[in-house]
């Protein structure tokens, strides 16, 4: 039997990647974890205040997320977190090198309708252009898998969990 997969549901917000990330653990029956619920409160408080998170900001926090999958290495583990950029993810890869992405992308009206949509999150939409600005898309020579966001999110964790063999 293969390992329990450590997977990283990435992207920006609004893409699904909790929605998506959810499911996906559910189909593969291994733990699902939110990196948001890593970021310390003044990242939090930052991103509340609608402003981005610079590198600094970031550095432990993807740490955190790298050493969560490193621990999970028994169970599985899916994390949504963002990703957005090839050095954050070599960042996780660093703690947790089995990890495989899988990159949510869809248009940028797609994601504003969406983010527009949620109630509670203190992610606003207002963010969105920042963080597409920032995004890398996973490059040929990274672990990734690429889905475009506008099936139903059921449709999409299938199509992960059939790509990663399960």
Known sequence: ?????????????GSGKSTVGGLLADRLGIPFADADDLHPPANVEKMRAGHPLDDEDRGPWLLLVGDALAAATATGLVMACS?????????????????????????????????????????????????????????????????????APGELAEEIAGTLGH
Do not use: C, W
């Open 83 to 151: 990703s957005l950029k090839r050095a954050y993810r070599d960042l996780i890869r660093d703690r947790a090198p089995e990890t495989v992405f899988v990159y949510l992308h869809g248009s940028r009206d797609l994601l504003v309708e969406r983010m527009s949509a949620r109630e509670g999150h203190f992610m606003p939409a207002t963010l969105l252009d920042s963080q597409l600005a920032t995004l890398e898309p996973p490059a040929a020579d990274e672990r990734a898998i690429t889905v475009e966001i506008s099936a």
């Open 1 to 13: 039997m293969s390992p329990a997969p450590l997977v990283v549901v990435m992207g920006v917000s």
